[in-house]
């Protein structure tokens, strides 16, 4: 009985390890970094300290060491040929739902959405799942790092930063709690009623934003009484608000018309902390004090058409370009849905299309979606002391026509097949195997 036992793990392992068994798994999690690694030659940029020619990174235990032309390599060091190659940082998309939805037509794939109007305790990362097909697809479009982030409601809960390469949620965790999202109210909204007449109006615009007003009160008298050292009954709605009202981390408003953006500029201003504005389609229209608030902005989409009927049909594709002209600081986002994190690149390509500097471009989807995010510490760039997360390119990854040849994930060179190469190497083996047949 126990050889029969043991015979058949033998035969589990040796099924579990088969080629096809790992083909199936579609990418595989690669191990930490364990020796030292330098790429000679390469055209490196950094992003924030120009364009370094013939260049070598080397990068160790996850972090770069050393970025330049004059570099000493260390002894047992992996050295690598970048000859002909670009490097350039990961891409960062600012407002994804990457690992926390799979299928849109299958509900239980998705966790995006809270109950409730108040969640600011609810955390994007504790839901991810790590084995997404979504990960993979965005990775090979050269995005290394996302903001997973939930929605609903008035307060939807944290944006998480997360690294597209680990096992689970904690390994692949860059900032758990990195920014508060808050739904601003459509100051025009569809007043419907339920069936046959029955049923009662939503809150009005006023009444919504009466009661972001009075939660965010109730949530800061909270803090200071924390501060006073006053026995509370613990609430972890309010407990997550803490880092808002000390400035720890921002609070990330969705707001695309001009009346909801200059509404939430009024209320940040008032409450005192720092805004994101997220959405942006009427940015342009409150440029001025956007600027003198010093207020960025997280654009959703360059790739949309006219929202209005007297727009120009490249409204959103220019807006990234005019938004720089004003002296708007802002990020270029792929969408928020997970189905669309692999669209950044060429969302911000769309931009570059339409007059935006390629090099502006570059930065909304990479140093200014982290700084935003406050994470411009650990990626972003390529910096000696950053997370060596970083793309090997045959050039801009703004262009589709370019191909990015191996990613690394703080040290990590990852597995670079997705769901999309496997199904494409899948059929074209069947169509391969008809040509034989019919030849």
Same mark, same amino acid.
């Given at each position: 009985?126990?050889?029969? #036992?043991?015979?058949?793990?033998?035969?589990? %392992?040796?099924?579990?390890?088969?080629?096809?068994?790992?083909?199936?798994?579609?990418?595989?999690?690669?191990?930490?970094?364990?020796?030292?690694? $330098?790429?000679?030659?390469? /055209?490196?940029?950094?992003? /924030?300290?120009?364009?370094?020619?013939?260049?070598?990174?080397?990068?160790?235990?996850?972090?770069?060491?050393?970025?330049? @032309?004059?570099?000493?390599?260390?002894?047992?060091?992996?050295?690598?040929?970048?000859?002909?190659?670009?490097?350039?940082?990961?891409?960062?998309?600012?407002?994804?739902?990457?690992?926390?939805?799979? *299928?849109?037509?299958?509900?239980?794939?998705?966790?995006?959405?809270?109950?409730?109007?108040?969640?600011?305790? &609810?955390?994007?990362?504790?839901?991810?799942? =790590?084995?997404?097909?979504?990960?993979? @697809?965005?990775?090979?479009?050269?995005?290394?790092?996302?903001?997973?982030?939930?929605?609903?409601?008035?307060? !939807?809960?944290?944006?998480? =930063?997360?690294?597209?390469?680990?096992?689970?949620?904690?390994?692949?965790?860059?900032?758990?709690? =990195?920014?508060?999202?808050?739904?601003?109210?459509?100051?025009?909204?569809?007043?419907?009623?339920?069936?046959?007449?029955?049923?009662?109006?939503?809150?009005?615009?006023?009444?919504? &934003?009466?009661?972001?007003?009075?939660?965010?009160?109730?949530?800061?008298?909270?803090?200071?009484?924390?501060?006073?050292?006053?026995?509370?009954?613990?609430?972890?709605?309010?407990?997550?608000?803490?880092?808002?009202?000390?400035?720890?981390?921002?609070?990330?408003?969705?707001?695309?018309?001009?009346?909801?953006?200059?509404? =939430? *500029?009024?209320?940040?201003?008032?409450?005192?902390?720092?805004?994101?504005?997220?959405?942006?389609?009427?940015?342009?229209?409150?440029?001025? #004090?956007?600027? $003198?608030?010093?207020?960025?902005?997280?654009?959703?989409?360059?790739?949309?058409?006219?929202?209005?009927?007297?727009?120009?049909?490249?409204?959103?594709?220019?807006?990234?370009?005019?938004?720089?002209?004003?002296?708007?600081?802002?990020?270029?986002?792929?969408? !928020?849905?997970?189905?669309? @994190?692999?669209?950044?690149?060429?969302?911000?390509?769309?931009?570059?299309?339409?007059?935006?500097?390629?090099?502006?471009?570059?930065?909304?989807?990479?140093?200014?979606?982290?700084?935003?995010?406050?994470?411009?510490?650990?990626?972003?760039?390529?910096?000696?002391?950053?997370?060596? @997360?970083? %793309?090997?390119?045959?050039?801009?990854?703004?262009?589709?026509?370019?191909?990015?040849?191996?990613?690394?994930?703080?040290?990590?060179?990852?597995?670079?097949?997705?769901?999309?190469?496997?199904?494409?190497?899948?059929?074209? /083996?069947?169509?391969?195997?008809?040509?034989?047949? &019919?030849?």
């Amino acid at each position: 009985m126990r050889k029969i #036992r043991i015979a058949s793990r033998v035969a589990f %392992l040796a099924l579990a390890f088969a080629p096809a068994a790992v083909a199936a798994q579609v990418r595989m999690t690669v191990p930490p970094q364990s020796v030292p690694v $330098a790429i000679q030659g390469a /055209t490196i940029h950094t992003v /924030t300290d120009g364009v370094i020619e013939n260049g070598t990174i080397v990068f160790d235990d996850g972090l770069i060491t050393a970025i330049g @032309t004059d570099v000493t390599i260390p002894a047992g060091a992996r050295v690598v040929d970048g000859t002909g190659k670009h490097i350039y940082p990961g891409l960062v998309d600012a407002y994804s739902t990457v690992g926390i939805s799979e *299928i849109g037509a299958v509900g239980v794939s998705s966790d995006v959405n809270e109950l409730g109007d108040f969640n600011p305790n &609810v955390r994007a990362d504790v839901a991810v799942n =790590a084995e997404s097909r979504h990960i993979g @697809t965005s990775r090979s479009a050269g995005v290394l790092v996302a903001f997973s982030t939930p929605d609903g409601g008035l307060v !939807s809960g944290m944006s998480s =930063a997360l690294s597209l390469e680990g096992w689970s949620w904690e390994e692949m965790s860059l900032e758990s709690a =990195a920014a508060l999202n808050v739904n601003w109210p459509d100051p025009n909204p569809r007043r419907f009623r339920g069936f046959g007449g029955q049923g009662e109006d939503p809150p009005s615009y006023e009444e919504q &934003v009466q009661q972001l007003k009075s939660f965010f009160a109730e949530a800061r008298a909270y803090r200071d009484a924390l501060g006073a050292g006053e026995e509370l009954r613990t609430d972890s709605r309010y407990a997550a608000m803490v880092p808002v009202f000390d400035g720890e981390i921002p609070v990330v408003v969705a707001a695309n018309g001009a009346a909801q953006i200059n509404d =939430a *500029i009024t209320w940040g201003l008032e409450e005192g902390i720092d805004i994101v504005i997220r959405g942006g389609a009427d940015a342009i229209h409150v440029a001025d #004090r956007l600027v $003198a608030n010093d207020i960025p902005v997280i654009l959703t989409s360059t790739m949309a058409a006219p929202g209005r009927e007297y727009e120009g049909y490249d409204g959103a594709y220019s807006m990234p370009a005019r938004l720089h002209e004003a002296g708007v600081r802002f990020a270029i986002s792929g969408g !928020s849905g997970s189905l669309y @994190t692999n669209r950044l690149p060429w969302e911000a390509g769309v931009a570059v299309a339409f007059g935006l500097p390629e090099e502006e471009a570059l930065k909304a989807v990479t140093i200014n979606a982290a700084q935003f995010m406050g994470i411009d510490d650990r990626v972003g760039s390529l910096e000696p002391g950053k997370q060596a @997360t970083f %793309l090997i390119t045959t050039g801009t990854p703004l262009d589709m026509t370019n191909d990015i040849e191996q990613s690394y994930i703080q040290g990590r060179e990852i597995d670079m097949m997705d769901i999309q190469k496997f199904f494409f190497e899948k059929y074209m /083996t069947k169509v391969m195997q008809y040509l034989r047949m &019919v030849m």
